[in-house]
Protein backbone atom coordinates (compact mmCIF):
# COMPACT_ATOMS: atom_id res chain seq x y z
CA UNK A 1 0.00 0.00 0.00
CA UNK A 2 1.21 3.50 -1.01
CA UNK A 3 2.21 5.88 1.90
CA UNK A 4 0.64 9.06 1.97
CA UNK A 5 2.86 12.10 1.98
CA UNK A 6 2.50 13.07 5.74
CA UNK A 7 3.33 9.00 6.35
CA UNK A 8 6.52 10.02 4.47
CA UNK A 9 7.32 12.77 6.08
CA UNK A 10 7.21 11.41 9.27
CA UNK A 11 9.39 8.67 8.23
CA UNK A 12 11.88 11.07 6.56
CA UNK A 13 11.91 13.28 10.07
CA UNK A 14 12.89 10.41 11.70
CA UNK A 15 15.88 9.31 9.39
CA UNK A 16 14.41 7.24 7.06
CA UNK A 17 16.39 9.40 3.54
CA UNK A 18 14.41 6.77 1.37
CA UNK A 19 10.81 8.03 2.58
CA UNK A 20 12.07 11.78 1.27
CA UNK A 21 13.41 9.96 -2.05
CA UNK A 22 10.20 8.22 -2.62
CA UNK A 23 8.76 12.22 -2.06
CA UNK A 24 11.18 14.08 -4.68
CA UNK A 25 10.01 11.03 -6.59
CA UNK A 26 6.69 11.99 -6.71
CA UNK A 27 6.69 15.77 -6.95
CA UNK A 28 9.49 16.26 -8.98
CA UNK A 29 7.58 16.59 -11.97
CA UNK A 30 4.74 18.82 -11.06
CA UNK A 31 7.34 21.11 -8.94
CA UNK A 32 9.48 20.96 -12.47
CA UNK A 33 6.44 22.13 -14.17
CA UNK A 34 5.81 25.05 -12.08
CA UNK A 35 8.43 26.36 -12.27
CA UNK A 36 9.12 25.61 -15.82
CA UNK A 37 5.82 27.91 -16.63
CA UNK A 38 6.64 30.50 -14.07
CA UNK A 39 9.86 31.45 -15.55
CA UNK A 40 9.75 29.69 -18.98
CA UNK A 41 13.39 28.81 -18.94
CA UNK A 42 14.68 25.41 -18.79
CA UNK A 43 17.72 25.16 -16.91
CA UNK A 44 16.74 27.45 -14.62
CA UNK A 45 13.59 25.93 -13.69
CA UNK A 46 15.79 22.52 -13.21
CA UNK A 47 17.86 24.65 -10.76
CA UNK A 48 14.57 25.96 -8.77
CA UNK A 49 12.93 22.59 -8.59
CA UNK A 50 16.70 21.04 -7.33
CA UNK A 51 16.85 23.65 -4.55
CA UNK A 52 13.35 23.18 -3.79
CA UNK A 53 13.73 19.96 -2.25
CA UNK A 54 17.22 20.84 -0.95
CA UNK A 55 15.42 23.22 1.15
CA UNK A 56 12.52 21.25 1.93
CA UNK A 57 15.17 18.64 3.24
CA UNK A 58 16.93 21.18 5.22
CA UNK A 59 13.43 22.67 6.70
CA UNK A 60 11.57 19.28 7.00
CA UNK A 61 11.39 19.34 10.63
CA UNK A 62 9.81 22.63 11.05
CA UNK A 63 7.06 21.21 8.86
CA UNK A 64 3.95 21.00 11.01
CA UNK A 65 1.43 19.55 8.81
CA UNK A 66 -0.46 22.83 9.28
CA UNK A 67 -0.75 22.49 5.05
CA UNK A 68 -0.90 19.68 2.77
CA UNK A 69 3.43 18.93 1.80
CA UNK A 70 2.34 19.12 -1.50
CA UNK A 71 1.59 23.10 -0.81
CA UNK A 72 4.18 23.40 1.60
CA UNK A 73 6.63 22.93 -1.67
CA UNK A 74 4.50 25.12 -4.09
CA UNK A 75 5.20 27.67 -1.33
CA UNK A 76 9.36 27.35 -1.62
CA UNK A 77 8.99 26.65 -5.29
CA UNK A 78 7.19 29.77 -5.47
CA UNK A 79 9.57 32.32 -3.57
CA UNK A 80 12.74 30.52 -5.69
CA UNK A 81 10.93 31.81 -8.69
CA UNK A 82 10.29 35.23 -7.15
CA UNK A 83 13.87 35.19 -6.36
CA UNK A 84 14.89 34.24 -9.94
CA UNK A 85 13.43 37.15 -11.38
CA UNK A 86 14.62 39.81 -8.72
CA UNK A 87 18.12 38.71 -9.31
CA UNK A 88 18.61 37.94 -12.81
CA UNK A 89 15.96 40.89 -13.33
CA UNK A 90 14.66 39.44 -16.38
CA UNK A 91 11.13 39.20 -17.24
CA UNK A 92 9.74 34.88 -17.12
CA UNK A 93 9.61 33.56 -20.63
CA UNK A 94 5.98 32.60 -21.71
CA UNK A 95 6.04 29.10 -22.30
CA UNK A 96 3.99 26.25 -24.30
CA UNK A 97 1.92 25.25 -21.23
CA UNK A 98 1.21 21.50 -22.78
CA UNK A 99 4.66 21.10 -23.26
CA UNK A 100 6.43 18.09 -22.09
CA UNK A 101 5.74 18.97 -18.81
CA UNK A 102 2.49 17.75 -19.06
CA UNK A 103 1.34 14.44 -17.37
CA UNK A 104 -0.29 11.39 -19.37
CA UNK A 105 -3.92 11.54 -20.47
CA UNK A 106 -5.78 10.42 -17.57
CA UNK A 107 -7.50 7.86 -19.14
CA UNK A 108 -4.15 6.24 -19.91
CA UNK A 109 -4.56 5.54 -23.82
CA UNK A 110 -2.33 6.34 -26.24
CA UNK A 111 -2.26 9.55 -28.57
CA UNK A 112 -2.07 9.41 -31.65
CA UNK A 113 0.52 11.68 -33.66
CA UNK A 114 -2.17 13.69 -35.25
CA UNK A 115 -3.81 14.38 -31.75
CA UNK A 116 -0.28 15.05 -30.11
CA UNK A 117 -0.36 18.15 -32.93
CA UNK A 118 -3.68 19.21 -31.96
CA UNK A 119 -2.81 19.77 -28.73
CA UNK A 120 0.21 21.41 -28.80
CA UNK A 121 -0.89 23.48 -31.51
CA UNK A 122 -3.52 24.72 -29.19
CA UNK A 123 -1.04 24.85 -26.55
CA UNK A 124 0.71 27.54 -28.83
CA UNK A 125 -2.58 29.13 -29.03
CA UNK A 126 -3.08 29.43 -25.81
CA UNK A 127 0.51 30.48 -24.62
CA UNK A 128 0.55 33.59 -26.73
CA UNK A 129 -2.67 34.70 -25.51
CA UNK A 130 -0.74 34.07 -21.86
CA UNK A 131 1.62 36.93 -22.86
CA UNK A 132 -1.72 39.35 -22.06
CA UNK A 133 -2.13 38.45 -18.70
CA UNK A 134 -0.18 40.02 -15.63
CA UNK A 135 1.89 37.90 -13.22
CA UNK A 136 -0.32 37.38 -10.80
CA UNK A 137 -3.07 36.70 -13.09
CA UNK A 138 -0.87 34.15 -15.18
CA UNK A 139 0.57 32.46 -11.88
CA UNK A 140 -3.15 31.98 -10.69
CA UNK A 141 -4.46 30.35 -13.31
CA UNK A 142 -1.28 28.15 -13.71
CA UNK A 143 -2.25 26.76 -10.12
CA UNK A 144 -5.65 26.66 -10.86
CA UNK A 145 -6.18 25.25 -13.74
CA UNK A 146 -2.61 23.29 -14.29
CA UNK A 147 -2.01 22.05 -10.53
CA UNK A 148 -5.47 21.78 -9.50
CA UNK A 149 -4.61 23.85 -6.20
CA UNK A 150 -8.14 24.95 -4.31
CA UNK A 151 -8.93 28.51 -4.16
CA UNK A 152 -8.00 28.59 -0.56
CA UNK A 153 -4.75 27.08 -1.21
CA UNK A 154 -3.58 29.25 -3.65
CA UNK A 155 -4.63 32.43 -1.55
CA UNK A 156 -2.25 30.83 1.18
CA UNK A 157 0.80 30.57 -1.28
CA UNK A 158 -0.10 34.01 -2.95
CA UNK A 159 -0.61 35.47 0.26
CA UNK A 160 -3.59 37.51 -0.68
CA UNK A 161 -7.45 37.35 0.64
CA UNK A 162 -9.76 34.29 -1.18
CA UNK A 163 -11.46 36.99 -3.02
CA UNK A 164 -8.36 38.27 -4.79
CA UNK A 165 -7.81 34.95 -6.13
CA UNK A 166 -10.96 34.64 -7.50
CA UNK A 167 -10.79 38.03 -9.02
CA UNK A 168 -7.36 37.56 -10.47
CA UNK A 169 -8.56 34.11 -11.59
CA UNK A 170 -11.51 36.05 -13.20
CA UNK A 171 -9.86 38.48 -14.74
CA UNK A 172 -7.22 36.33 -16.22
CA UNK A 173 -9.53 34.12 -17.97
CA UNK A 174 -11.80 37.03 -19.32
CA UNK A 175 -8.57 38.36 -21.10
CA UNK A 176 -7.39 34.80 -22.06
CA UNK A 177 -10.96 34.68 -23.51
CA UNK A 178 -10.65 37.74 -25.77
CA UNK A 179 -7.16 37.07 -26.75
CA UNK A 180 -8.42 33.33 -28.00
CA UNK A 181 -11.16 34.77 -29.87
CA UNK A 182 -8.95 37.24 -31.67
CA UNK A 183 -7.06 34.00 -32.59
CA UNK A 184 -10.11 32.66 -34.02
CA UNK A 185 -10.76 30.18 -30.94
CA UNK A 186 -14.62 30.76 -29.98
CA UNK A 187 -16.53 30.04 -27.31
CA UNK A 188 -16.57 28.66 -23.44
CA UNK A 189 -14.80 25.55 -22.72
CA UNK A 190 -12.13 24.19 -20.32
CA UNK A 191 -8.36 24.79 -21.32
CA UNK A 192 -6.85 22.13 -19.98
CA UNK A 193 -8.09 18.66 -18.17
CA UNK A 194 -9.50 17.54 -21.79
CA UNK A 195 -8.54 13.97 -22.85
CA UNK A 196 -6.65 14.19 -25.96
CA UNK A 197 -10.11 13.01 -28.52
CA UNK A 198 -11.79 15.72 -26.55
CA UNK A 199 -9.23 18.47 -26.95
CA UNK A 200 -9.10 17.15 -30.69
CA UNK A 201 -12.96 17.22 -31.28
CA UNK A 202 -12.91 20.76 -29.76
CA UNK A 203 -10.01 22.19 -31.48
CA UNK A 204 -11.47 21.24 -34.69
CA UNK A 205 -14.54 22.85 -34.12
CA UNK A 206 -11.98 25.91 -32.90
CA UNK A 207 -13.88 25.53 -29.45
CA UNK A 208 -11.62 25.86 -26.38
CA UNK A 209 -13.81 25.80 -22.65
CA UNK A 210 -12.35 28.45 -20.01
CA UNK A 211 -15.21 28.50 -17.63
CA UNK A 212 -15.15 26.41 -14.80
Given at each position: ????D??L?VL??A ?5 F ?5 R??R?I??LA?R??GREE ?8 T??R??R??K ?5 A ?6 YR?A?NL?R??VR ?7 VT ?15 E ?6 V????G?VI?R?MTA ?8 IV??E?H?LT???I ?8 S???T ?9 RRQL ?12 G?P???L??R???K ?5 R
Open positions: MQRTEEVSTGDTDSNQLVVWEPFAYVIDAKDVCQEFLAFALGFRGQKFSSWLILCDWRERRTPMPLDADTEPAPLNGSLTAEELVRRDLRTALSEEQRTTLKYGFQEADLQGCPLTVKRLYQGLSVLQRSGVQGPASIVLPTAMASRRVVNLD
